[in-house]
């Protein structure tokens, strides 16, 4: 089974070093917000706030937390009225960026995204020019040393699994969006705690960089990041 991205893996374990739990459970809090208030707060009939859920409490975070962003998107509980922008354009050597936020002030994110991407030299793109080249999916990490690979291998493909490769320290499991959860629960129910778990955006034909190009395109995607509206930041490259 093939392998996902070096970048991928780098971006993951330096999301676990430096992601503050604050801003973690912040991005969680507005994804379950929004969430409920499109689709309503019951998990079993909304797949997109049963995935947030399911993303948060693989982060740990308190039931209490998540009942509370579930009461708000429904207006049970006064609450921020949050809006969802994607932004596409292209960092350093052309490589294709795209930025989800929850803001309640688009003037003034509009103006920090594309502060950033000038001053790390890139550039704000049209709306459609990149999002295209990438594909949804779900990415379930597990430690090796949890079971055997042939035995997670099984398991999760009995499960629905799409993929599963070995990285570093940890087996890698690929998912469609409508098997993430039963893959994630198949591991939970054999007593396989995921290191990680979430739905992702990758590009299918990444531009390959240097170790020092690749550098330029983390920098702008760390600030890109570190915006208080940042939901997620993604880039189409990988490292040869």
């Known amino acids: 089974m093939s392998g996902h991205s070096k970048w991928a893996t780098i971006k993951r374990a330096k999301g676990k070093a430096d992601a503050a739990r604050g801003k973690l459970f912040n991005r969680f809090i507005r994804e379950i917000t929004i969430a409920a208030r499109m689709g309503g707060g019951d998990p079993t009939s909304n ?51 795209l930025i989800e936020v929850v803001t309640d002030n688009r003037n003034r994110i509009v103006a920090e995204v594309r ?34 690979e042939d035995e997670i291998m099984e398991l999760v493909l009995e499960a629905g699994a799409d993929d599963m490769s070995s990285e570093g320290e940890e087996y890698e499991i690929t998912t469609t969006v409508d098997t993430f959860d039963a893959v994630r629960e198949a591991l939970v129910n054999a007593k396989l705690e995921p290191s990680s778990a979430e739905i992702t955006k990758v590009v299918d034909n990444p531009i390959m960089l240097t170790e020092d190009s690749g550098s330029k395109v983390m920098k702008l995607v760390d600030a890109l990041d570190d915006l208080d509206d940042t939901q997620h930041v993604y880039a189409g490259f990988d490292l040869s």
């Open 115 to 148: 502060h950033l991407l000038t001053k790390y030299g890139g550039n704000l793109g049209q709306t459609n020019c990149v999002a295209r080249m990438f594909n949804t999916k779900g990415i379930i990490t597990v430690p090796k040393d949890a079971m055997g």
């Open 47 to 97: 797949p997109r706030l049963r995935t947030a859920i399911s993303a948060a409490r693989g982060a740990n975070m308190p039931n209490k937390n998540i009942e509370s962003a579930i009461q708000k998107g429904t207006g049970q509980l006064d609450g921020v009225n949050y809006e969802e922008i994607t932004f596409e354009g292209y960092g350093p050597g052309g490589v294709a960026i």
